[in-house]
């Protein structure tokens, strides 16, 4: 019994395709805000966690291939085994991907943060597994890379993950794994896609 207008009616409005739902909520970029929203289905009240300050948003922090960029795309949320994360990009971090879990309190806060050594216009997006932050790149219309990794409990970096993707559209605009089921759920020009994650 929920109600949609064809419009913005409210700030509480979702921004851009990088949506999570976990823990009977739905995580998402509150709307021109550099801010996540969290919706709770049963009690359908919406609390916030304001990012730090400097974080981009309004697309002046998109994930991008060669010269092309993912509109609205600033704030990646993302799940695994632990929880809900954010991935972003701030003004001191130049530029380069900023990692933030988010604690499920009430209001939710933000938990410990990791400063990555990558580029986020160079990357086309990100997911969480295990407790490790991969990112993909873009290769041709028809294959991604997931070239980088960050190991949130040793703060590592792997440059050299070299996982092949295989698209059925040029672009994934939303790419997140699922604890669940242990699957990749990618959203491409209009095309849901999903993926076997098997871990070595």
């Known amino acids: 019994n929920i109600q949609i207008a064809s419009s913005n009616p409210t700030t509480n409005t979702i921004q851009g395709p990088n949506n999570v739902v976990y823990g009977g909520a739905l995580y998402y970029n509150c709307y021109n805000r550099d801010a996540v929203c969290r919706f709770n289905l049963t009690t359908k009240s919406v609390t916030s966690l304001q990012l730090p300050k400097g974080t981009r948003y309004n697309s002046k922090g998109n994930f991008c291939h060669l010269e092309d960029c993912y509109v609205y795309t600033d704030l990646d949320l993302a799940t695994d085994e632990l929880g809900v994360w954010v991935v972003y990009t701030t003004t001191q971090a130049l530029g380069n991907l900023v990692l933030s ?49 960050l190991d949130t409990m040793t703060g590592m970096e792997n440059f050299k993950v070299g996982i092949i993707i295989n698209k059925v559209s040029s672009n994934i605009f939303s790419l997140n794994y699922s604890p669940v089921d242990q699957m990749l759920y990618a959203f491409c020009d209009a095309k849901m896609v999903s993926y076997k994650a098997l871990f070595g």
């Open 101 to 149: 879990k988010v604690e499920e309190t009430e209001p939710p806060k933000l938990g410990k943060t990791w400063h990555t050594s990558v580029y986020k216009r160079s990357v086309t997006n990100t997911f969480m597994a295990c407790g490790i932050l991969y990112a993909t790149r873009y290769i041709d219309a028809n294959v991604d890379e997931v070239f980088y990794s």
